[in-house]
């Protein structure tokens, strides 16, 4: 994906908020069966360029008012939207974060897109206004409530008394479970919320542990572990996996360098930026593979250094 420039409250909350917290749930559709002169009347009653096409209640192509120009210009206003769709379909899970539908807006050129639930049922539909609403919504509601409550996180360290002290959280990560992407470094970002570590350490070990968490579901065979370790002096996190490893660590981490196959990228990953990422939120980062067995890749965040 596009590199992040800082590591503030937008990208906070890009890797926060859900598609289903923003998307339109007002979807305009049209059946197969339809024609482009339906749909022609569609988009000028609605005022939009492009409608999912849906059959039972699936989705099963979308239709753009490009598809319309083009039937127009050969006059055939009379043929079935089943002839003219799209049926390479890109689509978002509506338990995704934004960040997946951002990644693809970057990547694939596209202005919106349907959004699906788990049984490929399209609920919504998502554009970049309405992530640039919700982010600019969200960000005002949480200014407000800080305001009012003068929130102050504590620090969980600073209530336990120890010689040491480190919390670690362990999560199992499935190779190719695209439908919990994301989730595994949801649940680590709160829990470093509730420990109180420092909102800008946060955000770089969110990014982190996203990153590190869709190179185990893309690129592992088997899955692997994300763990991350915490004390008041150095936050850790790690992943490891039992292959198929890299065979050239050096490439790896080029920007732009990838080894996803083409319908990965189609899900809107597969840039060769995430460990380029990785390392700009990184104070230290070490990457070991051996081709066959396995990798490790360790991140360590010293909060001192960004509060
Ligand atoms: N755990 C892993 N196991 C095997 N190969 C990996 C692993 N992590 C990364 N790689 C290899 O390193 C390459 C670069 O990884 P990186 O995260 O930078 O980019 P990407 O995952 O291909 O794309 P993006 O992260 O931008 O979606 C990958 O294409 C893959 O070949
Ligand atoms: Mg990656």
């Not at 899900?267 to 990798?295: I, Q, Y």
């Amino acid at each position: 994906m596009p590199p992040i420039p800082e590591f503030g409250r937008v990208q906070e909350l890009i890797y926060e908020l859900q598609i289903k917290q923003v998307m339109s749930r007002e979807v305009a559709t049209v059946t197969p069966d339809q024609s482009i002169s339906d749909l022609k009347n569609l988009l000028r009653v609605k005022r939009i360029s492009g409608a999912p096409v849906v059959e039972n209640g699936k989705l099963v192509g979308i239709i753009s008012v490009e598809d319309l120009i083009r039937a127009l210009s050969k006059g055939e206003m009379a043929a079935s939207i089943r002839d003219r769709m799209t049926t390479s379909l890109i689509t978002v899970n509506e338990e995704s974060t934004l960040i997946e539908a951002v990644r693809k807006f970057a990547q694939l050129g596209v202005g919106r897109l349907p959004v699906v639930n788990d049984r490929h049922e399209l609920v919504g539909i998502v554009t970049g206004g309405d992530i640039n609403r919700a982010l600019l919504e969200a960000l005002g509601l949480r200014y407000e409530a800080e305001e009012k409550h003068h929130i102050v996180h504590k620090n969980l360290f600073e209530e336990i008394s120890s010689d040491e002290t480190s919390i670690r959280l362990k999560y199992a990560i499935a190779s190719k479970d695209f439908g919990n992407g994301g989730k595994a470094s949801s649940r680590m970002k709160r829990a470093l919320e509730t420990i109180g570590v420092p909102p800008e350490v946060r955000r770089r070990a969110a990014i982190v542990s996203y990153e590190a968490e869709m190179n185990l579901i893309i690129h592992t065979t088997r899955g692997g572990e994300l763990s991350v370790c915490v004390s008041p002096e150095r936050l850790q996190i790690c992943t490891t996996d039992a292959g198929p490893g890299i065979p050239d660590i050096d490439k790896a981490l080029r920007p732009g360098w990838s080894t996803a196959p083409h319908w990965i990228c189609e899900l809107g990953f597969g840039a060769g930026m995430g460990l380029v990422n990785m390392k700009r939120c990184a104070d230290e980062m070490k990457l070991e593979s051996t081709p066959d067995v396995g990798t490790r890749l360790e991140v360590v965040i010293y909060p001192q250094l960004h509060t």
